[in-house]
């Protein structure tokens, strides 16, 4: 298979419209756009193919309840660590969609799964954790290509999160995902456009 220009052009818009979107409509996501996004996750890449990832659908108004609690204590403790006008600015921020996502999703790693049979990951075990991160960027490339917009949380304590969904031992706290329609169309980051922080360039330097 080759791609071409188009191709090429396809993916560098849908990259760029990626967003940290933290501002949804409520109007539900429908089945065939869920089912669509949970097989993207499919092709996403891991280490000796063990595919740690693993996702809870978390419907429940008390579960999402506590965890927008703690979202909230967290971030006011976050908060008092900036002074002035900046810790004016952080208040002023959105961090999180959880008051109106419609579709909220809880991932995890599984520190040790049988699948794979441990190859690529001796001497590196944080590669379990990279795979599942690269599988929420598939996730989330996948979603905008949906026209639906998705925001990860990162402003939570794992372990409260751990405890309220009752996981196994071995499953470690990776990411809240919030996915819906978003209010708005941006192709500018919040933070860029809040003046909090800009974007740099990435460099690969010689040796």
């Not at 501002?23 to 089912?35: A, K, M």
């Not at 008092?80 to 002023?92: N, T, V």
Request: with cysteine.
């Amino acid at each position: 298979m080759k791609f071409d220009a188009n191709d090429r052009e396809t993916l560098l818009r849908i990259l760029r419209w990626r967003r940290d979107v933290r501002h949804f409509r409520t109007d539900p996501v429908s089945h065939p756009v869920i089912g669509r996004l949970r097989a993207a996750m499919d092709s996403a890449p891991s280490v000796g193919n063990a595919r740690p990832w693993r996702v809870l659908r978390i419907e429940d108004p008390a579960l999402r309840a506590l965890i927008r609690a703690n979202f909230e204590a967290c971030n006011d403790r976050a908060a008092q660590g900036y002074d002035g006008e900046q810790a004016r600015e952080y208040r002023a921020l959105k961090l999180a969609g959880l008051d109106r996502a419609p579709l909220q999703l809880a991932v995890f790693t599984e520190t040790d799964p049988e699948a794979g049979h441990r190859l690529g990951r001796a001497t590196m075990p944080e590669t379990l954790r990279q795979s599942t991160a690269m599988a929420i960027h598939t996730l989330w490339l996948a979603a905008r290509a949906e026209n639906i917009g998705m925001g990860m949380v990162s402003i939570l304590e794992p372990e409260v999160v751990e405890r309220a969904l009752a996981v196994p031992d071995n499953w470690e706290f990776a990411a809240w995902l919030c996915l819906g329609h978003a209010e708005f169309d941006d192709d500018t980051p919040l933070l860029h456009r809040e003046g909090w922080q800009e974007n740099s360039a990435t460099e690969w330097e010689r040796r």
